[in-house]
């Protein structure tokens, strides 16, 4: 079965600038959450899909932060405009059920110079 | 505030000896722990979990043992090999089983040496 794909796999971008982070999920999956990990530090939880409807996102960090599912498949996490302190790793993970242990993409390195 | 802490950034263990990786918690509505490994440029794969009914879970050469009175939980890797080196992920949830929303420490880099 074919992984947690994300895309772009690196994103080098200005300070004001969008970018636009992809993940897609295994198919079948109808749990999809983001999660972003800031240089040395924790992962930390974003947000989580259950199909096309945020279930909990009380981890985006503020309204600059807009993540997408529509169709209940893939996702998109759109930051605009990006910050300096938005540099980081951003994963993307699915399970199939709540209760199963979470299966992560390779994450999307963000740098905001 | 952290609520999931793994306080050692990094451990050298000696192949074929045992590697105990610790993790202390603060939240005591936690009730499911899981172990996450992570080699560079990709992310977390799940290696092993535990719920909080639970105070030891053993997956052939891994075992995660939970003392609940601590907020502390443990993973012993026994023999360790060299595949073994990588960073190791803390996580906690407190969804009554589930993996909704983890909470993860920092991570302990551990490398196995020859």
């Known amino acids: 079965e074919a992984g947690v794909t994300q895309f772009p796999s690196h994103s080098v971008i200005e300070k004001g600038q969008t970018v636009t982070l992809r993940c897609d999920p295994i198919?079948?999956?109808?749990?999809l959450y983001w999660y972003r990990r800031v240089m040395g530090k924790e992962i930390k939880f974003l947000l989580h899909?259950?199909?096309?409807?945020?279930?909990?996102e009380s981890g985006m960090p503020n309204n600059r932060f807009l993540a997408e599912r529509t169709g209940g498949t893939y996702s998109t996490l759109k930051v605009q405009p990006a910050e300096l302190e938005d540099s980081g790793v951003y994963f993307c993970?699915?399970?199939?059920?709540?209760?199963?242990?979470?299966?992560f993409g390779n994450g999307t390195r963000l740098t905001v110079t | 505030d952290q609520q999931v802490k793994q306080n050692s950034p990094s451990l050298s263990v000696q192949e074929g000896r045992i590697s105990i990786l610790n993790c202390d918690y603060t939240?005591?509505?936690?009730?499911?722990f899981l172990w996450y490994k992570k080699y560079p440029a990709e992310g977390p794969t799940f290696l092993i979990s535990?719920?909080?009914?639970?105070d030891k879970n053993e997956d052939g050469r891994f075992t995660v043992f939970l003392n609940k009175s601590a907020k502390h939980l443990s993973l012993h890797i026994v023999p360790s090999q060299p595949g073994d080196s990588a960073v190791y992920f803390c996580?906690?949830?407190?969804?009554?089983?589930?993996?909704?929303?983890?909470?993860f420490g920092k991570g302990t880099h551990l490398i196995i040496q020859p």
């Open positions: 939240n005591s509505m936690f009730d499911y």
């Open positions: 198919s079948g999956h109808d749990n």
């Open positions: 899909f259950v199909k096309e409807s945020k279930q909990d």
């Open positions: 535990i719920s909080s009914i639970k």
């Open positions: 993970a699915s399970s199939q059920v709540i209760t199963s242990p979470l299966h």
């Open positions: 996580a906690a949830s407190d969804s009554g089983g589930g993996a909704d929303g983890l909470t």
